[in-house]
């Protein structure tokens, strides 16, 4: 009984390689609802079979959205010039630093306060605390967030280069305390 448990978990682990081997520029097969990246996976609710869901929502381990990073201010080796805005008002604050590759216009900074959800998806009131009309590669910013609960009250939006106004709601995973931005 015990080599049969043993050998399930073997060919259990094999098919979860195997998924992660198979992959193309980053994702699985088109409709297996897992994403890789670098060696790590992760499912993607709703992304198997059927509609693919728009999967802006952030990498964890990337810790990225299309145009901007965030990253703990603890885990940043060299910060470079930058600005600094405190949107917590409640201790402790935790410090991330956003960087961008290009220049980007009307990034936010957001105050989130859950309000409802609609095709399970959440609504959130939101209101601007620090606004940044071109967000430039040449300097960073540190924002100063206070984390109240598991529901996410704080994130950002920033105006893409197609023009659409794009809105990520920021959190702490639960799982291994690294950043995720949620598109909303």
């Avoid at 049969?4 to 297996?32: D, K, R």
């Amino acid at each position: 009984m015990k080599k049969m448990t043993v050998m399930v978990a073997a060919l259990a682990l094999a098919l979860g390689v195997s998924v992660c081997s198979a992959q193309n520029n980053g994702l699985a097969a088109e409709n297996s609802g897992i994403n890789c990246k670098d060696g790590v996976c992760e499912f993607v609710p709703g992304a198997a079979g059927g509609e693919r869901t728009a999967f802006a929502a952030i990498n964890p381990y990337n810790n990225a959205v299309p145009d901007i990073e965030g990253e703990w201010a603890r885990d940043v080796k060299q910060l470079g010039p930058h600005d600094v805005f405190t949107a917590g008002q409640t201790e402790p604050l935790a410090g991330i630093v956003f960087s961008v590759n290009n220049p980007i216009k009307n990034f936010k900074v957001l105050s989130l306060h859950l309000k409802d959800f609609s095709d399970g998806k959440p609504v959130f009131l939101v209101k601007e605390l620090y606004t940044k009309d071109v967000f430039r590669p040449d300097r960073q910013l540190l924002v100063r967030f206070s984390f109240i609960g598991s529901i996410p009250n704080n994130g950002i939006s920033y105006t893409d280069g197609n023009g659409k106004t794009r809105y990520y709601s920021i959190s702490e995973s639960g799982m291994d305390g690294s950043l995720v931005f949620s598109e909303f």
